[in-house]
């Protein structure tokens, strides 16, 4: 079974209102995944393999196997492209975690729709200028003294 995390302690994230909010703190690139995908990322997050993943997904959503297991695909690749994400050979130890599924009542499941991973550069400069990129293991705002700037 093939196991991904999410790529820290460069990648932050949150989900906030069924979207995940991914920021990748080395390219200063910020991102959102909605709906499907976010649940995804949440699975990720606990520890889930890939094929856990598309089961969980294809058991809260109507959709095609087919389909669901070729979005999630995609996603988990674009989620390495983007370095959000990287394989591992054992589960988080979130594995146990309790998963969250989206509100549904009686026997009708939300319809699948392909998760899309949406990527935004328009505040690279900021990210990347940010001095908690400078910091060692001690915290900000203590400077790391590797990384000493002459003006």
């Given at each position: 079974m093939?196991?991904?995390?999410?790529n820290s302690p460069n990648v932050i994230h949150e989900i906030i209102d069924g979207e995940a909010v991914l920021v990748n703190l080395d390219s200063g690139?910020?991102?959102?995944?909605?709906?499907?995908?976010?649940?995804?990322?949440?699975?990720?997050?606990?520890?889930l393999s890939r094929h856990q993943i598309v089961e969980a997904i294809?058991?809260?959503?109507?959709?095609e196997?087919?389909?669901?297991?070729?979005g999630v695909q995609q996603l988990f690749i674009q989620l390495q492209e983007e370095q959000l994400?990287?394989?591992?050979?054992?589960?988080?130890?979130?594995?146990?975690?309790?998963?969250?599924?989206?509100?549904?009542?009686?026997?009708?499941k939300p319809q699948f729709e392909t998760p899309i991973l949406h990527k935004?550069?328009?505040?690279?400069?900021?990210?990347?200028?940010?001095?908690?990129?400078?910091?060692?293991?001690?915290?900000?705002?203590?400077?790391?003294p590797n990384n000493v700037s002459y003006a």
């Open positions: 093939t196991h991904f995390r999410v690139s910020y991102y959102s995944i909605d709906s499907v995908g976010a649940v995804v990322w949440d699975y990720v997050e606990k520890g294809a058991s809260q959503y109507d959709g196997q087919a389909d669901i297991d070729q994400i990287v394989p591992t050979e054992t589960p988080s130890s979130n594995r146990h975690a309790p998963v969250t599924t989206p509100a549904s009542t009686g026997q009708n935004y550069t328009d505040m690279e400069d900021l990210l990347l200028l940010d001095p908690i990129h400078d910091v060692d293991e001690s915290g900000w705002p203590n400077s790391n």
